[in-house]
């Protein structure tokens, strides 16, 4: 999965902030980013968000270089 | 007076996905695909330890252990970041790291105290930025450090400041680097404890043990004079390496492309610990599980991924594949060390200049930067290395 995504963001102090995101019609607030890392490709740097947002899990991916978003995962919290 | 501390993180892999989806925390959580996968379990966390799961074990047997086990598909590219994230927090604030794996390294101090300091910054600040927990052993060696910090996991900080004694109330198998096979050995000789490795008569020790008795010796009393860490290994008897093949096949042309990769790596593996030996096993595993190995003794010892490509498919030829087959593997056993009795090996060969050529390109680009075209058949390269001992 690599949905490209629109997601309202904070840059401040050279870091990345996600803080809202509009998926399938809908604006959905992160209520928690629960862990972030980068990684490295042909693209250059990557910076990946595993956020919550109500009873779901989304794995967001910023790809630096194309300033573009993208979903890459999406679970319920509610195992 | 150097002082080193080891820092080894939790249950890695499970802690870094555990910290992504903190929702998991109340469940069993194992890191390693699916219950149907033929994967094995890569990291377990604490809860599920409880169930009797550990890292190595297959998903088919951690799922039958633990019915409501939730797992995750390892994300390598994930840890190998947040890995060096760690070891840039380590070297920032001890000023020096040595990076032993991808989840546990050491640095050095020049006081107690300062050790001790540092580690419970590190400690505070990797909980902090990284969301996740360590524990951290000090002693005066690296061997001792390694050992401490498994003593109070999870988020342990160990001192040892008497290694001697420390290290002489130890069980044997509790040592690092002594291996299942030399344990039971020195239980042979009625050794169970460290300690009573001091008092072993040493010509005794070395009868059994040969050049491997000294660094026991040295062991039993605390000492890393020889930085026993990294040659404590049991003795190599044999380098093998096994594939299980994403589906079962029968196809003799895959087959065939897949002992050669396994070839190679098992050379590759050879070289590395400077080892050739004479004796080529090959393991098939069908799809019903029988397995069977077949073995054949070769006049000269051996290292090429070309005579052990050559030996293996005599052995293969000579045997009737009745079914699909699921897993192949390839072992080299009855090894020695490389250069040992040169002069009176009249089969040695000299190494043809391409072969010297390819070895070099491996050592500076990978493993997997030059390859025959008839491997090329197999796409999933990924092969299991095994390393059997005395």
């Given at each position: 999965m690599k949905e490209p995504l629109y997601v309202i963001t904070l840059f401040s102090d050279g870091k990345i902030k996600p803080i809202y995101f509009i998926w399938n019609n809908r604006r959905l607030k992160i209520e928690n980013i629960?862990?972030?890392?980068?990684?490295?490709?042909?693209?250059?740097?990557?910076?990946?968000?595993?956020?919550?947002?109500?009873?779901?899990?989304?794995?967001l991916l910023f790809v630096t270089s194309m300033s573009r978003w993208y979903l890459t995962e999406v679970e319920s919290t509610l195992a | 007076m150097k002082w080193y501390c080891h820092v080894d993180m939790d249950a890695f892999f499970a802690s870094v996905e555990l910290a992504s989806k903190p929702y998991f925390a109340k469940f069993p959580f194992a890191v390693g695909g699916s219950e149907k996968s033929r994967t094995v379990v890569s990291a377990a966390s604490y809860k599920a330890r409880e169930y009797g799961i550990r890292a190595g074990m297959s998903m088919f047997e951690a799922f039958r252990k633990c019915p409501n086990l939730i797992s995750v598909e390892p994300d390598?590219?994930?840890?190998?970041?947040?890995?060096?994230?760690?070891?840039?927090?380590?070297?920032?604030?001890?000023?020096?790291?040595?990076?032993?794996?991808?989840?546990?390294?050491?640095?050095?101090?020049d006081s107690m105290d300062d050790a001790l300091m540092m580690a419970v910054e590190i400690k505070r600040e990797i909980k902090n930025n990284i969301k996740i927990t360590c524990?951290?052993?000090?002693?005066?060696?690296?061997?001792v450090a390694k050992m401490a910090s498994g003593e109070n996991k999870p988020d342990g900080l160990t001192l040892v400041e008497d290694a001697f004694s420390y290290i002489g109330e130890k069980r044997v198998e509790d040592v690092v680097g002594i291996g299942r096979q030399t344990t039971k050995h020195l239980n042979k000789l009625g050794i169970y404890s460290v300690k009573q490795i001091r008092d072993y008569p040493m010509d005794i020790l070395r009868k059994h043990f040969n050049s491997?008795?000294?660094?026991?010796?040295?062991?039993?009393y605390g000492r890393d004079s020889v930085n026993m860490m990294w040659n404590l290994e049991d003795e190599i008897k044999s380098v093998g390496n096994t594939h299980t093949?994403?589906?079962?096949?029968?196809?003799?042309?895959?087959?065939?492309?897949?002992?050669?990769?396994?070839?190679?790596?098992?050379?590759?593996?050879?070289?590395?610990?400077?080892?050739?030996?004479?004796?080529?096993?090959?393991?098939?595993?069908?799809?019903?599980?029988?397995?069977?190995?077949k073995q054949k003794k070769v006049q000269r010892h051996i290292s090429s991924p070309d005579d052990i490509q050559?030996?293996?498919?005599?052995?293969?030829?000579?045997?009737e594949i009745a079914m699909p087959v699921r897993l192949l593997g390839i072992s080299v056993s009855n090894v020695r060390s490389i250069g040992e009795q040169m002069k009176l090996d009249f089969y040695s060969q000299q190494k043809p200049p391409i072969a010297e050529a390819v070895d070099e390109i491996r050592r500076r680009y990978g493993e997997w930067a030059i390859m025959k075209a008839r491997s090329l058949e197999i796409k999933d390269r990924n092969v299991k290395g095994r390393r059997m001992t005395v």
């Open positions: 629960t862990y972030n890392w980068r990684t490295v490709d042909e693209n250059g740097i990557n910076q990946h968000f595993s956020v919550i947002s109500g009873s779901f899990y989304y794995h | 390598m590219e994930k840890y190998a970041s947040i890995s060096k994230e760690i070891f840039s927090i380590v070297e920032r604030i001890a000023g020096n790291v040595d990076i032993y794996s991808v989840d546990e390294g050491f640095f050095h101090a524990s951290a052993g000090i002693a005066k060696n690296k061997l491997y008795a000294f660094i026991l010796r040295e062991v039993s093949m994403e589906k079962d096949t029968m196809d003799r042309k895959t087959l065939l492309s897949l002992l050669s990769i396994l070839s190679e790596h098992v050379s590759f593996r050879m070289k590395k610990h400077n080892v050739e030996g004479n004796t080529v096993t090959l393991t098939v595993r069908y799809s019903d599980f029988r397995t069977f190995t050559l030996y293996s498919k005599i052995i293969f030829d000579s045997i």
